[in-house]
C-alpha cells in the first residue's frame, strides 16, 4: 500500500524556520523524484520543491528559492524540507508526493498525505 506521512508542521513567527518530514512505503522510492507542495486557504495547490531520486537535482518555486532547502534519504525513505526565514505567505497545508523536478508537477503515482499545517504569524 502506498503511504506518504507528513509531520514537522507548526506555529512560528515570521523569520523563524520549520524542516518537514515526509515518510514513504509501498514503493521504491529512490525511483522516485519527490517533492513538496502547498495549499493556502482559497488557493490552488502549488509546487514547492522537487528533488531527484538519487538527490542530485533539485527545483524551487521563485517564491520560496534561497529560502527552503529539500533533501532526501533514501535508506530511511524519506524526504525533507527545511524552511527558514518563514514569512506569513508560506503559511498554509504542505503535502509531499512524487513530482517531476523541472516543472514542480505532481509525478504519476497519485499519492498523497494527510499534509502538515504550517503558520507564520505573529
Known amino acids: 500500500q502506498l503511504q506518504l506521512v507528513e509531520s514537522g508542521g507548526g506555529l512560528v513567527q515570521p523569520g523563524g524556520s520549520l524542516r518537514l518530514s515526509c515518510a514513504a512505503s509501498g514503493f521504491t522510492f529512490s525511483n522516485f523524484g519527490m517533492g513538496w507542495f502547498r495549499q493556502a486557504p482559497g488557493k490552488e495547490r502549488e509546487g514547492v520543491s522537487c528533488i531527484t531520486g538519487t538527490g542530485g537535482i533539485t527545483n524551487y518555486a521563485p517564491s520560496v528559492k534561497g529560502r527552503f532547502t529539500i533533501s532526501r534519504d533514501n535508506a530511511k525513505k524519506t524526504v525533507y524540507l527545511q524552511m527558514n526565514s518563514l514569512q506569513p505567505e508560506d503559511t498554509a497545508v504542505y503535502y509531499c508526493?512524487?513530482?517531476?523536478?523541472?516543472?514542480?508537477?505532481?509525478?504519476?503515482?497519485?499519492?498523497w498525505g494527510q499534509g502538515t499545517l504550517v503558520t507564520a504569524s505573529s
Open positions: 508526493s512524487d513530482c517531476v523536478v523541472h516543472t514542480l508537477n505532481p509525478g504519476f503515482l497519485d499519492v
